[in-house]
Every structure is written in C-alpha cells, then in structure tokens.
Nanobody, 123 residues
C-alpha cells in the first residue's frame, strides 16, 4: 500500500483546509487510517483516526471539535477536514494505514505511511 497526502498550504488563522489521503496501488479499504503531524523540532503526534468502515473515529484533544476525519472507500480516499485553524496546527501532516481494521494513537501500529503535506497557519 502506498499513500499520498495532499491538500496542505499556507492559510491564515481561522481558515479551513481539507487534506486528502489516497492509496496509489492497493486499496486500504480494510485498514484503519490515521492522520499524524510533526511540527519543527517536535515529535510526530497523532491527530485523528478512523476505522476501516468509517464507523469509529477518534481525535486528539488539540483538534477535537475543529477537525473531522472521514473516508470514501469507493474512491479509496481518506479526508481530514480542518476548520478554525490555529498557528499551532502548523506541521507536516502524514496519513498512515494501520496494521488492522481499527486505528491507533501509536504510530508503531501503522505499517504504511504516505509522504506528508505541509500545513502552515499564519497568525
């Protein structure tokens, strides 16, 4: 499974962006998917996760209520809708396919990672 994240950019605080994660070869419709981010000088952190069928989602406290993860297995894509962006959301965002059908906050539980997309939020 190869993944590609896209949709990042430079926006002002309060704006919205939608990130997409597409599987380029095999489908990942049977896998949980997570979004992670890594800011300069910081460790990679979990942002949001979704189960294989979209029935279960989970968010970090820092994005809960502002970000929404969803998926369209027919199109082989997972989205991260980001609203009310803050400067502290600035980071490279990565999507990853989990080893199983659910998600995890632990990056070790993900065995396929896409190239990240940069999100920069100015104040």
């Amino acid at each position: 499974v190869q993944l590609q994240a896209s949709g990042g950019g430079l926006v002002q605080a309060g704006a919205s962006l939608r990130l997409s994660c597409v599987s380029s070869r095999r489908t990942f419709t049977n896998n949980g998917v997570g979004w992670f981010r890594q800011a300069p000088g910081k460790e990679r952190e979990f942002v949001a996760g979704i189960s294989w069928n979209g029935a279960f989602t989970y968010y970090s406290d820092s994005v809960k209520g502002r970000f929404t993860i969803s998926r369209d297995n027919g199109k082989n894509v997972v989205y991260l809708q980001m609203n009310s962006l803050k400067p502290e959301d600035t980071a490279v965002y990565y999507c990853a396919a989990a080893r199983g059908a659910s998600y995890s906050t632990d990056p070790v539980q993900y065995n396929y990672w896409g190239r990240g997309t940069l999100v920069t939020v100015s104040s």
